[in-house]
Nanobody
Framework: QVQLVESGGGLVQAGGSLRLSCAAS????????MGWFRQAPGKEREFVAA???????NYGDFVKGRFTISRDNAKNTVDLEMNSLKPEDTAVYYC??????????????????WGKGTLVTVSA
């Protein structure tokens, strides 16, 4: 059983910064990729950032250079540092654990776990 809990959301003015954190439990955290997604009202869920178990990172096109994802395997946490925030960054931010498993025949099984989200509101 996997549990993900996000924290750190809130209200911030444009140009400000926030640091989101996701605490994971129930699995060996260091073995899995982690990610952040966001969803604004009336819009589809959007990829923000991801980090593999080996520390490689990937970012959505509209947040590169402003956001930084990191992980602390000893604490079972993944963080998202957000700088130079814009009103269009306003959304609910969700933490994701991405699990890939292989059976004895080499067949892959994929499972994603999600937190409940934390709201980020950026005022103009």
């Amino acid at each position: 059983q996997v549990q993900l809990v996000e924290s750190g959301g809130g209200l911030v003015q444009a140009g400000g910064s926030l640091r989101l954190s996701c605490a994971a439990s129930g699995r060996t955290f260091s073995s899995y990729a982690m990610g952040w997604f966001r969803q604004a009202p009336g819009k589809e869920r959007e990829f923000v950032a991801a980090i593999t178990s080996g520390g490689s990172t990937n970012y959505g096109d509209f947040v590169k250079g402003r956001f930084t994802i990191s992980r602390d395997n000893a604490k079972n946490t993944v963080d998202l540092e957000m700088n130079s925030l814009k009103p269009e960054d306003t959304a609910v931010y969700y933490c994701q654990m991405h699990i890939r498993g292989y059976n004895d025949f080499g067949v892959m099984s994929v499972m994603d776990y999600w937190g409940k989200g934390t709201l980020v509101t950026v005022s103009a």
